[in-house]
């Protein structure tokens, strides 16, 4: 049994898929027995080993899947105990490697079943230390070759779902034996348990009661069914998610469109209005100042007409004083006489600055 330091690896896959072919082209074993390509050949798990870059691995060849001559059941019954006495004695995998040709991309039926059975031997855990390796590149075009490996690798049915978990995807080139050795530099020396090794050395189930080996096609179709059907479910889900997200959105942006809309309107309306006002204001002050100017007109019509009046009466007053003048003193001059006294003084008057009002011929003088 292998152990120790050893990178323990089990190399597993449907019949004729090139396992003893890989195991022999990384150990140059020429003991190892290789198929005919019509039968199935490798029938016991078998130890090589092979050092590389230092460390020592343990390949682990295993009977394929898919025999001609031995059931299923069998060689399931008979991988599963190995890996149980395996893991009693202390050997824990570093890797699983899956084989597959690359050339026969359609995986239908028995190379279906059997790759399901495999991960349910895997578990989920241990499925980020599974690498599926392609086989038979040196058989198809590189282009096809990738094209099939797309397949594999993206479709959940083949190798999707268990990439999604973590499983590598690799090449085996049987023409560039280098190949093979560039995919144990994908293994580090860390271990990973099966599903089926807890089954059986942990929860002590008989080897034929693992989920790998009660598994059956018609329970995995209707699994993968009923996961097609759930993400569907999921999918037209999300799709009302983000209409429904998508007509929030447009109803929102309707809605701040005519908010901005009304606010417009409103903002336009008390321009309206302050312009209103402005223009009653302005009025206004037309008005007062028409007002004002006629108050003006009035008060200086009023003003002339007192100003005539006051002229008038100045004049009419000059003209009273102008007779009156006549009347008291015109002709004072030539009435002067040495009879007369002044009434203001009573001397007699000499000059014609004397004052002389009472004399009764005054009024005849001065008509
Ligand atoms: N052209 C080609 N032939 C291959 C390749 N790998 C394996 N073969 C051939 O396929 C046949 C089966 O190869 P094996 O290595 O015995 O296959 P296996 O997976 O060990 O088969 P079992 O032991 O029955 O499970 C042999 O004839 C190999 O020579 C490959 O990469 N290219
Ligand atoms: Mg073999």
Not at 53 to 59: I, P
Not at 129 to 158: H, I, M, P, Y
Not at 238 to 250: C, G, I, K, N, S
Not at 252 to 266: P, T
Request: proline share 1%; with cysteine.
């Amino acid at each position: 049994m292998a152990g120790g330091s050893e990178i323990t690896v089990a190399v597993m896959g449907m019949t004729g898929a090139g396992k003893s072919s890989f195991i022999e082209a990384l150990t140059l074993n020429e003991s190892i027995v290789i198929g005919n390509g019509l039968e199935s050949d490798t029938q016991t798990v078998t130890e090589y080993r092979c050092r590389y870059g230092g460390k020592m691995y343990v390949l682990l060849d295993t009977p394929g899947f898919g025999d001609t001559y031995r059931s299923n059941d069998d060689i399931v019954d008979e991988v599963l105990q190995w890996l149980a006495s395996s893991y009693r004695a202390g050997t824990r995998l570093s890797s699983v490697i899956y084989l597959h040709p690359i050339n026969d991309v359609r995986m239908q039926g028995s190379a279906r079943e059997n790759l399901e059975m495999f991960r349910k031997l895997c578990g989920e855990d241990a499925l980020k230390k599974v690498l599926f390796v392609s086989t038979f590149w040196d058989t198809v075009e590189e282009a096809l070759g990738a094209r099939n490996e797309e397949q594999l690798r993206s479709k959940d049915e083949f190798w999707g779902r268990m990439v999604k978990k973590g499983s590598k995807v690799r090449r085996y080139n049987r023409d560039d034996p280098l190949s093979a050795f560039a995919i144990l530099n994908d293994i580090d020396d860390s271990h990973c348990v099966l599903r089926a090794q807890e089954e059986i050395v942990i929860d002590g189930k008989d080897p034929r009661q693992t989920e790998a080996a009660t598994f059956n096609i018609a329970a995995m179709q209707a699994e993968m069914e009923a996961r097609i059907r759930e993400e569907e479910e999921l999918a037209k889900r999300l799709l009302e998610e983000q209409h429904r997200a998508a007509r929030e959105q447009a109803r929102r942006i309707r809605e701040q469109h005519q908010q901005w809309l009304r606010a417009q309107e409103k903002e336009a309306k008390r321009k309206k209005e302050r312009l209103k006002a402005e223009e009653r204001r302005e009025e206004e002050r037309a008005r007062e100042h028409r007002e004002f100017c006629e108050r003006m007109r009035q008060e200086a019509e009023t003003r002339e007409v007192i100003l005539a009046a006051i002229v008038a009466a100045q004049e009419e007053e000059e003209e009273r004083m102008q007779e009156a003048y006549y009347r008291d003193y015109a002709c004072i001059g030539r009435e002067v006489s040495r009879d007369y006294d002044c009434d203001r003084c009573n001397t007699v008057i000499h000059y014609w600055d004397h004052y002389y009002r009472k004399h009764p011929s005054r009024a005849r003088l001065t008509a």
